[in-house]
């Protein structure tokens, strides 16, 4: 078995010209997703070129033992893609081929899917989803005759079901805390769409974390949107506007602070001199913002490592794990 090796699907991607989410499909023998055959051969080729070892995983071995990931639908710039690369890599390391199939919630698809999986050898299966949720297991436990694993998703009738989860309650705790620690009280926290589990769980963490701290919860000071730079921008705007604005924001995701950043351009209120900001998810974005944006990694390279680890490893222990993902502290929540 090879090394694992220091060329990563994202360098692929740059040189390829495409996703980090194709190259992910394309190496991963993806059978789901409709990618041009011109498309396949550029990332082939610029793995070749670059040196990835395993660009062997694209290429079924005869009776080499597989794990199938089922996943329901993602883009190449959701923050899931680190979940697919680690359980890739994990399998890989464990000489085993991680093959991931998109059926875009179509279960006739993913049943099509599963049949096609029946005659193979195959460890188990991972049923994935790029956004936590709620997830009915029951009209795939019938066709399933190898290991199962949830990841990223659960379901609530079966807790014993093996499953594997970011905690975005206590991410969220983390960064409230954070800003408490700045010595600010008036913390604001602009959510998601209000139906999300990350948008209900995040916002949890930020209310309890208030409330241990003995801080009243002030309702004006929480902005419900739908995750868009405008809703966003509109949000801070109608925050800074209240008769006591906050200090602190604290967005939902990296990707919402743009607005956050903008709307606060325009009424001239500098980070973190003026307020101070927070995102979520720890994206690149949050290094190419000025201040860099502090925020929380979302733990899904270590949740698909676990995954196919204990798929591989034969661990007959049911478990139901929420992980804490990693706090990083950048120049936007700290005055200088």
């Not at 060329?7 to 190496?27: K, N």
């Not at 789901?32 to 395993?54: C, H, P």
């Not at 990931?69 to 890739?88: H, K, R, V």
Request: charged share 20%; proline share 4%; with cysteine.
């Amino acid at each position: 078995m090879q090394k694992k090796n220091k060329i990563t699907m994202s360098d692929i991607a740059r040189e390829a010209g495409v996703s980090q989410a194709t190259v992910s499909l394309v190496l991963n023998n993806s059978r789901a997703v409709r990618l041009s055959d011109d498309t396949r051969e550029r990332v082939f080729v610029a793995a070749q070129k670059l040196g990835y070892k395993k660009i062997a995983v694209a290429h079924r071995q005869e009776g080499q033992e597989e794990i199938a990931l089922l996943l329901c639908g993602m883009d190449g710039y959701d923050p899931f893609i680190d979940a697919l690369s680690e359980a890739s890599s994990t399998a890989w390391q464990r000489d085993t081929l991680l093959t991931v199939y998109d059926y875009g919630d179509d279960f006739e698809m993913a049943r099509q899917i599963i049949q096609q999986l029946a005659g193979r050898k195959c460890a188990g299966v991972i049923l994935a989803s790029p956004t936590t949720r709620a997830f009915d297991f029951s009209p795939f436990e019938p066709l399933l005759n190898v290991p199962v694993v949830l990841l990223n998703q659960y379901d609530p009738a079966r807790p014993l079901l093996p499953t594997f989860l970011p905690d975005d309650r206590a991410n969220a705790c983390q960064i409230v805390n954070h800003l408490l620690e700045q010595g600010v009280t008036r913390i604001a926290h602009i959510t998601g769409d209000e139906w999300m589990d990350a948008s209900v769980l995040r916002l949890e963490g930020y209310r309890q974390t208030l409330e241990q701290a003995g801080i009243a919860i002030d309702e004006a000071l929480i902005k419900p949107t739908d995750w868009s730079l405008n809703a966003t921008f509109n949000a801070t705007l109608e925050l800074m506007k209240l008769p006591q604005p906050p200090q602190a924001i604290f967005c939902a995701s990296d990707w919402m602070t743009l607005g956050c950043y903008q709307a606060l351009a325009t009424l001239n209120i500098k980070v973190p001199d003026d307020i101070l900001v927070c995102g979520y998810d720890d994206q690149r974005i949050a290094h190419q913002l000025t201040p860099r944006l502090t925020s929380v990694q979302l733990a899904y390279s270590e949740l698909g490592r676990m995954a196919v680890a204990y798929l591989c490893d034969g661990d007959d222990v049911a478990t139901h794990v929420r992980l804490v993902g990693k706090l990083q502290v950048r120049g936007s929540s700290q005055r200088t």
